[in-house]
């Protein structure tokens, strides 16, 4: 564990304080010539969030709600027969 932190220390103090700064070039990707346009609806965060959070709603509050009024005081018993 020692070794580890040792490493993750020298790591980060070269990265921070001795790497060479270099001028590399990132490529960006290019659309296609006759690509067609992408729909406004696709690209509206709101609305894909808003579906997620139903979709996250659906999954877990109709269980969670029958959890909650079908809970017995305590646990069953165990039936062994």
Do not use: C
Request: hydrophobic content about 55%; overall charge negative.
């Amino acid at each position: 564990m020692t070794i580890g932190l040792v490493l993750i220390v020298y790591s980060a103090l070269n990265l921070m304080f001795f790497v060479q700064e270099g001028n590399t070039e990132f490529l960006i990707a290019r659309g296609e010539e006759h690509a067609s346009e992408t729909l406004k609806w696709i690209e509206r965060w709101s609305v894909w969030i808003t579906i997620m959070l139903f979709i996250v709603a659906f999954g877990y509050v109709f269980s969670l709600v029958d959890i909650i009024r079908n809970a017995p005081p305590g646990t069953a018993p165990y039936i062994t027969w």
